[in-house]
Structure formats: structure tokens, C-alpha cells
């Protein structure tokens, strides 16, 4: 066993301690983007790498290389919200206008259908990189474009996470990272709050610049 799959059991159940660690900062990287702080990013980068490890060890291929792009996205977003709050200001956060909505859900859409086939395809060669590969490509795809409009501070980007819940925690569940598929319902009520919360401060600040 390698470290990956180190763990506990719980109720019979294995728990890797990857897969809890990394849902730990899942859950802090939510919060902390509620509270709008330069934070989230490290600690959702933090995160990744964890959650990397965990799904490599139970073959969820899609999972496994969202968790590559959240890397990638936290060093956007990083960058995009240091600029946004430089000097102390708070960071604004905005709407996204009806063409970025109609762009989001076009690439959400084209992008599941263009990753669903390549992983079916590789499936066909043998390489068996996903037994799911509809839901896998439909998270992978989800969480990305979720996460870059986090990184544009778009009040959006919680909607963009109901709806990648809403297959992730039955997924994971299916897939026996028990952690997994619980931080993703408990992620659920979380982004409610955190729209509320968003959509208020960019009503807010929407008001001021009228």
C-alpha cells in the first residue's frame, strides 16, 4: 500500500487519508471563497495535489485530472484575485453577463461531449481510464470552467457547482471514496450560501457604481 491508499476504516469502509486531507482543504478553499480571501488559493492547490493522489489510487481518471487543471486554475486565480484586491481593497465581484453565461454553459456542454468521447475512445484501446465516462467528463469539464470563473470572481461560478454536484456525490459514492461523496453533499448547502452571499455583494457594489 502506498501512501495514497493509507487510511482507516470506518463501518467496514476504507478511508484514505489523501481523499480526507484534500476534501479538508476542499472544504476550507469553499469557505474561504466565501469570505473572498487571496487564501483560497493555496489551499485549494494544496487540495489538488491530495485529491490527485486519492483518485489516481481508486481509477477515477476524471476526477484525477480535474484535480490537474484545479492546480493550474489555483495559480490563475491566485494571480487574478491579487490583482483584483491590490492595495487592501476588497475583491469586486460581478454578474456575468448574458453572452460569458451563454459561452459558460456552450463550453460546459461541447466540452462533457469532446472528453466523454475521448475517454470512451480510450476505453475502446484497452487503457480503461474511466468507468464512467459520461459523469467523469461532465465533472472534469464542470469543475473547470466553474473554477475559472471563481478565478474572474463571477457570482455564477456557485450555480456552475450545484449543477457538477449534483453527479459528483453520487459518483463518488459509487466510486467508494465515502469522504468524497460526503464533503461534496455538505458542498452543496455551502455554495447555496455562497451565491447568497455573492449575489448580495455584487448587487451591493452594483448599486454604489449606479
Not at 462533457?112 to 468521447?117: D, F, G, Q, R, Y
Not at 453533499?185 to 449575489?199: H, P, Q, S, T
Request: glycine share 10%; proline share 2%; net charge positive.
Amino acid at each position: 500500500m502506498n501512501w495514497a491508499e493509507a487510511g482507516f476504516e470506518v463501518l467496514g469502509r476504507h478511508v484514505a487519508w489523501a481523499d480526507l486531507v484534500g476534501n479538508v482543504c476542499a472544504l476550507a478553499t469553499l469557505w474561504l471563497a466565501m469570505k473572498r480571501t487571496i487564501w483560497t488559493w493555496p489551499v485549494q492547490f494544496a487540495g489538488s495535489v491530495l485529491l490527485f493522489a486519492a483518485s489516481i489510487s481508486a481509477h477515477i481518471t476524471g476526477n484525477a485530472l480535474k484535480q490537474v487543471l484545479f492546480g493550474a486554475l489555483a495559480i490563475y486565480g491566485w494571480v487574478r484575485w491579487s490583482r483584483g484586491s491590490r492595495g487592501g481593497a476588497p475583491l469586486a465581484v460581478r454578474s456575468a453577463t448574458g453572452r460569458e453565461r451563454v459561452a459558460l454553459v456552450a463550453v460546459l456542454a461541447a466540452g462533457t461531449v469532446a472528453v466523454a468521447l475521448l475517454f470512451g475512445f480510450l476505453n475502446s484501446r484497452g487503457l480503461n481510464v474511466s468507468w464512467a465516462p459520461w459523469p467523469d467528463a461532465y465533472i472534469f469539464v464542470g469543475s473547470a470552467v466553474a473554477t475559472w470563473a471563481q478565478g474572474r470572481a463571477l457570482v455564477d461560478f456557485w450555480l456552475l457547482w450545484v449543477a457538477v454536484d449534483l453527479v459528483g456525490v453520487p459518483l463518488a459514492f459509487r466510486s467508494g471514496l465515502v469522504v468524497s461523496g460526503t464533503v461534496y453533499a455538505v458542498f452543496f448547502v455551502l455554495v447555496l450560501i455562497g451565491f447568497r452571499d455573492w449575489r448580495r455583494e455584487s448587487r451591493a457594489l452594483e448599486a454604489v457604481t449606479t
